[in-house]
């Protein structure tokens, strides 16, 4: 049966409703310290069946008015899921499962994650939201 709901959800281009998957995105609203840089940002996680496994993504996409190179953090249920650094106003953190690939602790599985935050390199929150 799970070879039938992953050949379905191969031809669908995702995962039944039903099956378990997941498909959310959200705007991030940003802090006083997120807002002296204009900083603006998404969260999206998704999960699509594929044969032997469910392929998992998260994804943080965020705007702000910094230097290239800047870096910040990103914190998914309040554990470290990786780094953005801005480069022309713009970055992306985008991490899946994909083999060799492995999520971070606080990322797998991505339908679990609630509290995303974006930190600046002084800690300070920029951006955050909840699924």
């Known amino acids: 049966m799970l070879l039938g709901v992953a050949n379905y959800a191969a031809a669908k281009g995702g995962v039944p409703a039903g ?3 997941c498909a959310k995105k959200i705007n991030l609203v ?3 310290a997120g807002k002296a840089i204009a900083a603006r940002g ?3 996680v998704r999960t699509a069946a ?3 496994f469910v392929q998992q993504n998260f994804e943080v996409a965020m705007r702000a008015a910094v230097a ?10 309040g554990l470290p899921a990786g780094t953005i650094t801005i480069v022309l106003g713009t970055g992306v953190l985008s ?3 994909e083999p060799p690939n492995v999520l971070p602790a606080g990322v797998d599985p991505v339908c679990s994650i609630g509290l995303v935050v974006v ?3 002084a800690g300070n ?3 955050s939201g909840t699924f």
Do not use: Q, R, Y
Not at 68 to 77: E, K, P
């Open 19 to 21: 099956a378990g998957g």
């Open 30 to 32: 940003a802090s006083p």
């Open 42 to 44: 998404t969260a999206a």
């Open 50 to 52: 594929k044969i032997g």
């Open 68 to 77: 290239d190179g800047t870096t910040f953090m990103v914190f998914a249920n």
């Open 95 to 97: 991490l899946d499962n």
């Open 119 to 121: 930190t600046d390199g």
């Open 125 to 127: 929150t920029i951006l």
